[in-house]
């Protein structure tokens, strides 16, 4: 199975703040790979896939980028919605694997 | 606008079967794509079961073994988990999901770009 780290697994932003997150995968998934955002008790709801493309309705703060095994989601001038935990995963090959999340907190 | 529910037992016994159904409203399973359950729990993060296509096809990951069973049922909208002998281990969020596939000339990518609610199953005698 291809394995997907997450990093960081926590950070604490403001309203307003840059921030950006990272995945690696242990062997090259080309551009197959997708970023989720959970809120508490809700389902995950895709933000991004492969690698780039914005979801519809997704907002512009959002971006990734990235190809191979070093991807990340960057999120510009966050807003009170956006704390949430974020997941990558890769679509590249069965079994789909995850990473194991990054909490984004209110500072 | 495409909808998934997932139904079934909220408790199930040690080594027994855990099933549960995800009801898809908006889209016809039969017009194509996978569709999948997945689960999430605080031990293990998110991991995906598996998938089936219309036709009955599927695919599952290894580390469930033997113990699943993804089938579809084009005439009520539906497809179904079956998960045997199951262990506290197994207690968890449960998710169905529709695997999309996006295109762009001859490329093309996969992700679950609609998801149910999620159904907590708790395994305990």
């Known amino acids: 199975d291809i394995r997907v780290t997450q990093s960081p697994s926590s950070l604490s932003a403001s309203v307003g703040d840059r921030l950006s997150i990272t995945c690696r995968t242990s062997q090259s998934v080309g551009t197959s790979l997708n970023w989720y955002e959970q809120k508490l008790g809700k389902a995950p709801r895709l933000l991004i896939y492969a690698a780039s493309t914005l979801q519809s309705g997704v907002p512009l703060r959002f971006s990734g980028s990235g190809s191979g095994t070093d991807f990340t989601l960057t999120i510009t001038s966050l807003q009170p919605e956006d704390f949430a935990t974020y997941f990558c995963q890769q679509s590249y090959s069965q079994p789909y694997v995850f990473g194991g999340g990054t909490r984004v907190h209110i500072k | 606008q495409v909808q998934l529910q997932e139904s079934g037992p909220g408790l199930v016994k040690p080594s027994e079967i855990l099933s549960l159904t995800c009801a898809v409203s908006g889209y016809s399973i039969s017009s194509g794509y996978y569709w999948g359950w997945l689960r999430q729990s605080p031990g293990k993060g998110l991991e995906w079961i598996g998938n089936?296509?219309?036709?009955?096809?599927?695919y599952y990951n290894p580390s469930f073994k033997s113990r699943v069973t993804i089938s579809v049922d084009t005439s009520n909208n539906q497809f179904s988990l079956r998960l045997t002998s199951v262990t506290a281990a197994d207690s968890a969020v449960y998710y169905c999901?529709?695997?999309?596939?996006?295109?762009?000339?001859?490329?093309?990518?996969?992700?679950?770009?609609?998801w149910g609610q999620g159904t907590t199953v708790t395994v305990s005698s």
């Open positions: 999901a529709r695997d999309f596939t996006f295109y762009s000339g001859v490329a093309s990518w996969d992700a679950m770009d609609v």
């Open positions: 089936v296509y219309h036709t009955g096809s599927a």
